[in-house]
C-alpha cells in the first residue's frame, strides 16, 4: 500500500543533512587527536552511545514505573526499572531516581523536597570550589533561599571542619551541602553527618564528580551517613549526560514527587537506558582497576606538576581533580587554557580560594585525568603530559604559537597510540 502522506525520509545522518553531519565527523576527529584533561569529561563507550540514540527517543513517559500517564509503557517500565536496581546495587541505597535531566535540575529537586523559599541552605562557595546550585549568588539556589557558604584555608587550601561546624551551628541550614567542582581532596563525609545531626539539617552528598571513583572503591561512600545523594552519570562514572537522585526510603516519594511532576516532564528515556548501560559497566572488575588507575595517574600528574614548580591548590590531589594556581608563573588561567587547547590538551580556566580576579579571568586552572585513563594512558603518561604542560605555558608566556603547534604535533602521535573508545 502506497502512502498518502510522505514519510519521514529514510536516510542517513550524512545524506540528511550534510553540514551538520561534517561538523559531528569534525568533533569526532577532535576528540580523536585532542586530550581532555577537563576532570568532568569523559568518554563513554559504543554501547552507552548506542543506547543513547536508540528508538527510546521516540517514546513519551510521564510518570514512573506502572503509574504512566500514556500507554504504551511495557518496555519503558523495564529499561528504568533496570536502571533504579542497577543503581540500588552499585551505590547500596534503598532507593534511585534515574529521570533527573542533569545535575542542577536534580539539586533543585531536594531543594522543592525539603524547603520553603527563604529557608537556609549551606555549601560550599562556588570560588572555594563549590557548585553553583549549593546556594551561589547567581543561581537560584541563592536567590531563591537564604544561602550561608563556607570555603577552605588560606593556608592549606582544605576545609576547616571545625569552621564549617562552627558556622552550622550559627546559621542553623535545614540543608547541608557537601561536595563540589573543584575540590581536589577526599571529602569527609562522617564530619559533615555529625555536624548536620548536631544541627538537625539534612545532609546532601553532591558526589557528581566523584560517583565513579566511589563505585570503583577508591573514594569514601556517603551511603549511610548522608540520606541524600545527587550525582550526574558521566564525569567518572562514564555514562551520558544525566543525572540520578539517591536516598534512605524515607525520603522516596517526596524526591520522586519533586522530580515528577514537581520539575519535570517525561523523562528521557534513551538517557535512562544509557544510564541503566553504564552502571552495568561501572558494576564489572574492570571498572575497579580503571578507577584506581585515575586516581593513580592524578597524583602523578600532580607530582610531575610540582616538581616544575607549579603551586596546587592543597599541595596535591586525591582523587581525579587537580586544580593550579598559576600566579607563580605569571600568567592567567584563560591565557593558559587557550594555549593549552592549541597545543592540543583541553582543560579549562579556574577560580581559585580566594582568588583576586574575576572568573572569566581567574588566576587558576583546573585539570583531571578521566578521559585520558579512559585511553588505558598510565604513569609514563601522566610523566609525559607534565612535560608538556609546562612546555606549553612557556610558550604561551612567550606568544610563541610556532612551539604551541610543536607540542600539539606530539600530543597528536601520543593519542594515535591511545584511540578514544567508542570513536576507535
Known sequence: MTSRFPLIPDASLSEKDPALSALLREEENRQRAKLPLIPSENYVSRAVMEATGSALTNKYSEGYAGKRYYEGQQVIDLVETLAI???KALFGVQHANVQPYSGSPANLAIYATFLKPNDTVMGMALPMGGHLTHGWNVSV?????????????KDTGRIDYDEVRDLAKKERPRLLFCGGTAIPRV???PIFAEIAREIDAILVADIAHIAGLIAGGVHPSPVGLAPILSTTTHKTLRGPRGAM???????AKALDKAVFPGLQGGPHNHTTAAIAVCLHEAAQPEFKDYAAQVVTNAKVLAEELLARGFDLISGGTDNHLILIDLTNKGILGKKAAQ????????S???????????PFN???LRIGTPAVTSRGMGAEEMRVLARLIDGAIDAAKRESDLELERIAADIAELSADFPAPGLA
Open 339 to 346: 594555549a593549552l587547547d592549541k597545543a592540543g590538551m583541553v
Open 245 to 251: 537522585l539517591m536516598s534512605t526510603e524515607e525520603h
Open 85 to 87: 536496581e542497577r543503581a
Open 348 to 358: 579549562n580556566y579556574n577560580t581559585i580560594p580566594y582568588d583576586p580576579r574575576k
Open 362 to 364: 581567574p588566576s587558576g
Open 141 to 153: 539556589t541563592g536567590s531563591w533561599f537564604r544561602s550561608v557558604q563556607y570555603g577552605v584555608r
Open 187 to 189: 571529602i569527609d563525609f
